[in-house]
């Protein structure tokens, strides 16, 4: 296996062991015939806390579950692909993060679960990431992403919702997430190598020791005349 097969099937193991963990905690609710939303995170509450860990893993139904692991298995795969070794410490600043903003935005009383926030940091982090990087592949993966997801640009705001029952906090609180990371993290993806020109590969002095003879031998011959 050459090593941009195996750099691509690196990038899948978290975004598809991620994506099994949401599907499998689901059809454990369905199975047992229980629900796990009220363990979702509740803003501005102490025992709300708990819902930075839980409300990416909670879904109201499979059609909620599918839309945002369909999206999480794609930007993780992105994370993964251009960032490597830092791909895991931006995960797990992303799940925090994310779900902390809207922790402190959100309406108190209310409580959010699903992986949408996830999902709009993941999105902002990469459309950015791909202008400020000015990388080709990450800006080409950015475009893809707004081509894909462009509903994350008015998802943030409450007027756009089509249901009441959206989280535009959640929303908003990925989106913050991302764009600050973004930020930070400028100039620190993976960069291709930049290839050696034909000049470079050709160039006589790199293995030819008589061309550096016989140039010494010119010279001297000019300085005789």
Known sequence: MNSEKKEFYSALIVPVSFCILLWSIKILER???ISLSNFGLEPRTLVGLRGILT???LHTDFSHLASNSAACLLLLFGLYLFYKKKASGLFIFFYIFSNLAAWIIGTKGSIHIGASGLVYCLAWFHIL??????NKQQAAFGFLVIFLYGSVVWGIFPMFQSSPRISWQ????GAITGIVFAILYRKKGYIIAKEPTIEEETDPSDDDPYWLEDTQEEIN?????
């Open 31 to 33: 199975i047992s015939d």
């Open 129 to 134: 990431s791909g202008f400020i990087n000015k």
């Open 170 to 173: 959640g929303h908003l609180g």
């Open 55 to 57: 409300m990416p893993l």
């Open 221 to 225: 011959n000019k300085k005789e005349e």
